[in-house]
């Protein structure tokens, strides 16, 4: 049987281990997938299938908020970078708050490639990603990952979730001034889609288990786009929105010791209405791993929602 074909119902496997819900997997479930590693006899099937566990493994460990050493993890995967979990590994790191100068570089020289030679999208996941990062973070300008965004976007578009859509074409529109109308239009499409979706239900299933932040940010973060500005510089906000989890716990912490003073959702400056990236933070420490689901916080979560 030719490896592709194998490999196929062992990543439907393997997929549900990484990207279910973390919390509800037991280590029956990694026992029975480290038993059928251990079984299998092809090199490739076997090296693949030994990513993905790492993969997951990874992923759970920056969920639980464990100090993770981006180093370490980098010379780990130096022999595997032509795997397809490699690029996922990468993209793990830096949406956990790890990215450092090794990850930007390594990751944009895994994305100078020809994006028709890719089966899996997770070079395209970290193409979105980095390019956003590196705008953010203003360490230089994301023209590799964009590049690949921009000859992949018409690839994975029709299977991507809507929101990774958005992001592709809220990048493009941004930097490409000679294609800005058709990525505007495109961005305006499936951003209509999430909104639509939203309404009918994430947004009411949210306010039925009373997370009215979440509903909130949603907001804010759709409003951004059309001149609703934060109270800080997007920079500093999104430092602080991406701090690896170790970190959100200890400011969480401080944030008690301080006398826990929830802010404003809105201020104002020079006479306009800002949304307070303060109250914007302060619920993401909340509303976010390691801290979203520990009832030690439960009470602490209730002045977020009333707005």
Known sequence: MAHEHLM??????????????LQQLDEAYEAIAEERLAATRMPE?????????????????????????????????????????YPSVLDSLL????????????????????????????????ALHLAADMMLADVQQPTVPLLYVEKAVGRWEDVEIAENNV???RLLARLHVSKRAEYVRRYGEWLAIIVQRDHLQRLPALAQL???????EDYVEHMRDWG???????????????????????????WR??????????????????????????????????IENDDVYDDERVPLCRL
Not at 97 to 118: M, Q
């Open 8 to 21: 196929r119902p062992v990543l439907r496997l393997t997929s549900a281990f990484t990207f279910a819900d």
């Open 95 to 126: 949406s956990g708050g790890h990215a450092t100068t090794a990850l930007r570089k390594d990751a944009v020289k895994l994305l100078e490639r020809d994006p028709r030679i890719d089966r899996f999208n997770s070079w395209y996941h970290l």
């Open 228 to 254: 609703l500005c934060l109270s800080i510089g997007e920079s500093e906000f999104v430092r602080r929105r991406n701090l690896p989890p170790s970190a959100r716990v200890q400011a969480v912490a401080d």
């Open 45 to 85: 099937v076997h090296q693949e299938f030994q990513a993905m566990l790492e993969l997951r493994k990874l992923r759970s460990r920056l969920r639980k908020g464990e100090g993770v050493d981006t180093d370490a993890v980098l010379a780990r995967w130096s022999e595997r970078r032509d795997v397809w979990a």
């Open 210 to 216: 009373g997370k009215y932040f979440l509903i909130f």
């Open 167 to 169: 992001l592709a074409y």
């Open 257 to 290: 010791k301080a006398g826990r003073t929830v802010p404003a959702a809105f201020r104002e400056s020079n006479g306009s209405l800002l949304a307070n990236a303060e109250f914007l933070l302060m619920g993401t420490l909340f509303f976010s791993p390691p």
